[in-house]
C-alpha cells in the first residue's frame, strides 16, 4: 500500500475542501492532520478470497472506498461538517448500472425508511458518527442502484434517518472519459469515518471491470465541508475508539 501526500487547499474562511490523490489498487492517500480535513482516502479492490485484485480486464468480488477524517484529539469529535463529495475513479475502471435491476425514484422516496426491492441494493454505506467525547457509533446502510435522470449514466443511493444522499455520477471529458462520482448535500453529520463497500457480482452479471491498460492518471477525491467556530487542534495518528450499539 503506496501512502502519497496531499494538498490541503482552504477556499475561504467558513467553507473549504481536501483533494488527495492515490495511485493503484489498494491505495491510501493522506493529509496533513489539522484542522478539517482527513487522515486517510483509500479504495481497494478484492478477489472473491479476500486477496488484492491485479489483473487487467478482470472483476473484482468487492470495491471498499474509506475515508477517515481529522478529530479533535481531546474529544475525537471531527473537525469540521462534510458537504459534499466527489471521487475522480481512474480511466478505464468501468461500473454497470445494469448488473442489477434499478429502484425507481418513486420507490426510493417511499415513506421514512424507502421501499426499494432487495434486488436493487448493490453495498452498503458504513457511517461513523460522533456520540460523545470518545464515543462513536457505526450503522450500516443499504446502498440501492437507482434510475438515474437522463443526464447521468448511473446514480446510487442511500437512506439514513428518514434522509436521501445521492451518489451521482458524470463521464469526464477532459480527454481520459473516466467516471467521477458526485455527492452532494450530505446531511451535517458529525462523520468520524465513511466506508462505502460496492459488491462486485450481482443478480445480472458483474459490476466491476478493471482497466485493461495501465495509464498516469490516479484516483483522486475532492472533499468540501465547513469548519465549526471552535478553533482547531493539531492531532496524533487515528486512535481506536470504543464503538457503542443502539439497541433496536
Not at 12 to 21: D, F, G, K, N, Q
Not at 85 to 92: A, C, D, R
Request: proline share 7%; aromatic share 8%; hydrophobic share 35%.
Amino acid at each position: 500500500m503506496r501512502r502519497i501526500t496531499t494538498m490541503v487547499v482552504l477556499l475561504a474562511a467558513i467553507s473549504l475542501c481536501v483533494s488527495a490523490t492515490a495511485a493503484g489498487n489498494a491505495a491510501a492517500a493522506t493529509t496533513t492532520p489539522f484542522g478539517f480535513g482527513f487522515t486517510t482516502f483509500e479504495s481497494t479492490f478484492t478477489n472473491a478470497d479476500g486477496s488484492i485484485d491485479t489483473q487487467a480486464g478482470s472483476h473484482p468480488a468487492n470495491a471498499s472506498f474509506h475515508v477517515a477524517f481529522n478529530i479533535n484529539e481531546a474529544d475525537g469529535k471531527s473537525i469540521g461538517l462534510v458537504r459534499e463529495v466527489v471521487t475522480n475513479l481512474p480511466p478505464g475502471l468501468v461500473a454497470d448500472p445494469n448488473a442489477t435491476p434499478q429502484c425507481t425514484r418513486a420507490e426510493f422516496d417511499a415513506g421514512f425508511t424507502g421501499d426499494c426491492p432487495r434486488d436493487t441494493q448493490v453495498g452498503t454505506v458504513t457511517i461513523g458518527l460522533w456520540f460523545g467525547k470518545g464515543v462513536t457509533i457505526e450503522p450500516t446502510l443499504e446502498l440501492y442502484n437507482l434510475v438515474p435522470p437522463s443526464n447521468e449514466p448511473a446514480e446510487l443511493g442511500v437512506i439514513y434517518n428518514g434522509v436521501r444522499t445521492f451518489f451521482n455520477t458524470v463521464v469526464r471529458t477532459n480527454g481520459d472519459y473516466g467516471i467521477s462520482v458526485h455527492v452532494p448535500n450530505i446531511p451535517e453529520l458529525v462523520l468520524v469515518n465513511t466506508t462505502v463497500d460496492v459488491q462486485g457480482f450481482q443478480s445480472n452479471g458483474p459490476f466491476w471491470t478493471m482497466p485493461t491498460a495501465c495509464r498516469s492518471a490516479t484516483p483522486a477525491a475532492n472533499i468540501c465541508g465547513s469548519r465549526r467556530r471552535s478553533r482547531s487542534r493539531r492531532i496524533p495518528p487515528m486512535r481506536k475508539r470504543r464503538r457503542v450499539s443502539r439497541s433496536n
